[in-house]
């Protein structure tokens, strides 16, 4: 794992002020290389081939195509093989030098050959291009920057933020969709003409053109692949464990994140198969309901596992909030990236490499929208006064008294407005109810961001198609590279083999999702596997008291940062218990530290 930089022009003040802040990527070497109209820089983060030959930049035999990569490629010794029979000829084992040798010898096409995650730029001498390329789901960052003929690239928008003809200007349509969701757009950053490439895609950069497309892609089926329902659960765990295996691949320690949920409790049960004394790391908070300890237990005693685990509090919090600011130069207002933080800096004292569990909610369709948006799809077959003078008072009543996030949304959805799928499930997906966006002033048009993801029959692959496609790059992803790359920390996800995602979109959502049950077939495969305790308890993942927090601890702070953001009523309800409103708090305190940070 590394951080890659450049541009295209020679300058190496430049190219070594973006190495520089893009140290914490890659903190064992760097290196640059500044010739023939281009600029490469690279950060090191070793975990294949250790040696010095491992440098990069990296070049062919000829010295006319030069690349700085970020990631790994887990099928590099099967390319190689055949790139080897083909004629190439090898200085490295490095996973880096399979990619320029087979940029080499297919071109563009190289990139269906990489079963991986990464990130890079290669530089083609022979016709002065520069291609591009990111991974297909998504997993590793790549940021550009194009105006006036220059191109700047780079894992993350502080290095691109060192050339001083970058404008620092708020992109108002990702500010608006910030607020909303939480994050920006999949192609768009909170700074203006500061763009990502795509997950799934390439560019190519030549005579001052910049041309970019879609390499990969994938769509749920009009009609699922009918399965053997106990053939379906075997083929789901060997399909998983194959995933596993390939990211066991590594020349340093590779460890595991476990929370105790299903998700990280199946790599666990999965990645012991491979490495017997595999390290497991979990956190926790000063509050009992946010301490999973008692869950990451049971399964590292299963599978006698190397167990870590450490807990957290309010002061913690408070010292990590202007940090995140930096690390996060792409504002995020997801407050996971506390514990993600501190779970990856447990984890960076013991190993290099670490096994995640992202990608599981989203491809067996774990997350409660999934039967909320049936839920409130089913409910327009009443009469409207029946909604309004039952269904709505009902729901206000016991949500004041549970403080219910789904339960104010179905207050707010009883009005008859007419609302598609994709708005339903925008509505529900944002922390914001319509009269939060006429409060801020942001227009409803931001809930239609995901209407090109529904045209499938099924709602619920709609769901997880958005998901997978805009939801997992642009928060979850984010989230978890930031924060572990904040502490050198390499993070590899078995749920997102594209391979292994290209077979799950092929399984009946209905078996995925039944009834008011998540991850069912999921579960299902894995009986036998796991304790029933972990497959069937309530979903919690790696939680934050954040709402506590602000109603004790934080509470002064809190009030005191966001003085002046038309919020002291939101600030009185959420501290006398009256609603919650942490999240909107939260996406506020961090977009006011972002901005002080980069634009002020």
């Known amino acids: 794992m590394c951080g890659i930089s450049g541009f295209n022009w020679e300058d190496k003040d430049l190219v070594r002020r973006m190495i520089k ?262 956190i926790g908070f000063d509050y009992k309901e946010f301490n999973e300890a008692k869950y990451a237990k049971i399964v590292a005693d299963k599978f006698g596992t190397d167990h870590y685990e450490k807990y957290f509090g309010a002061k913690d919090v408070l010292g990590l909030i202007d940090d995140l600011a930096y690390f996060y130069d792409d504002p995020l207002a997801d407050y996971s990236v506390l514990p993600t933080y501190f779970v990856s800096k447990l984890a960076r004292s013991h190993v290099t490499v670490c096994l995640g569990g992202d990608g599981g909610d989203e491809s067996f369709g774990g997350y409660n929208w999934y039967w909320q948006n049936l839920v409130m799809r089913k409910q327009k077959v009443l009469p409207l006064a029946l909604r309004r003078g039952v269904v709505k008072p009902v729901a206000n009543l016991v949500s004041s008294k549970v403080n219910s996030h789904f339960l104010k949304k179905v207050s707010s959805f009883i009005e008859g407005e007419r609302l598609s799928d994709s708005q339903r499930y925008a509505r529900l997906r944002s922390f914001l109810s319509v009269n939060d966006l006429k409060k801020f002033g942001i227009d409803k048009g931001v809930f239609n961001v995901f209407d090109k993801y529904f045209v499938n029959k099924s709602v619920k692959n709609n769901m997880m198609e958005s998901d997978l496609k805009y939801y997992m790059p642009g928060e979850i992803l984010t989230k978890v590279d930031r924060a572990s790359m904040a502490v050198s920390l390499e993070v590899r996800v078995p749920f997102l083999d594209h391979e292994f995602i290209e077979f799950t979109s092929k399984i009946n959502s209905n078996l995925k999702v039944k009834g008011l049950e998540t991850k069912s077939i999921l579960k299902k495969s894995l009986l036998g596997v796991l304790p029933k305790e972990i497959l069937y308890r309530k979903k919690r993942g790696f939680g934050v008291p954040l709402k506590q927090y602000f109603r004790s601890g934080l509470k002064d702070y809190v009030s005191s940062e966001l003085d002046g953001f038309k919020m002291d009523s939101m600030i009185r309800d959420h501290v006398s218990k009256k609603k919650d409103y942490s999240h909107v708090m939260w996406s506020m305190l961090m977009y006011k530290k972002w901005k002080a940070r980069w634009i002020d």
């Not at 476990?258 to 017997?276: E, F, N, P, Q």
Request: aromatic fraction near 12%; proline fraction near 2%.
């Open 21 to 282: 802040v893009l140290n914490h990527r890659g903190p064992d070497s760097n290196g640059l290389f500044v010739d023939r109209g281009v600029s490469f820089g690279h950060n090191r983060l070793s975990i294949i081939d250790l040696s010095s030959d491992g440098a990069q930049p990296m070049c062919n035999e000829e010295g006319d195509i030069w690349i700085t990569f970020n990631g790994e490629i887990y099928n590099y010794l099967e390319i190689r093989s055949e790139l080897v029979n083909l004629g190439h000829v090898f200085k490295s084992n490095t996973d880096t030098e399979v990619i320029v040798h087979g940029y080499e010898q297919w071109g563009v096409d190289v990139l269906s050959k990489l079963n991986g995650m990464f990130a890079f730029a290669i530089f083609d001498g022979r016709d002065k291009s520069l291609f591009l390329a990111r991974d297909r789901l998504g997993i590793k960052p790549l940021h550009y920057y194009f105006s006036s003929g220059k191109f700047i690239f780079a894992s993350e928008i502080k290095a691109i933020l060192e050339c001083s003809e970058v404008e620092r200007k708020v992109d108002l349509v990702s500010k608006n969709h910030y607020f909303t969701y939480g994050y920006t757009p999949t192609s768009r950053t909170m700074f203006d003409g500061i763009f990502k490439l795509e997950p799934g895609c390439f560019l190519v950069l030549k005579n001052d053109k910049l041309v970019c497309k879609k390499y990969w892609d994938f769509k749920y089926p009009a009609k699922a692949t009918k399965f053997g329902f106990k053939k379906l659960r075997s083929r789901i765990r060997e399909e998983l464990d194959l995933s596993v295996k390939r990211r066991m691949v590594s020349d340093v320690g590779v460890g595991a994140f476990l929370s105790g949920g299903v998700d990280s409790s199946a790599i666990v049960a999965s990645a012991t198969k491979y490495k017997k004394d595999l390290k497991t790391f979990s």
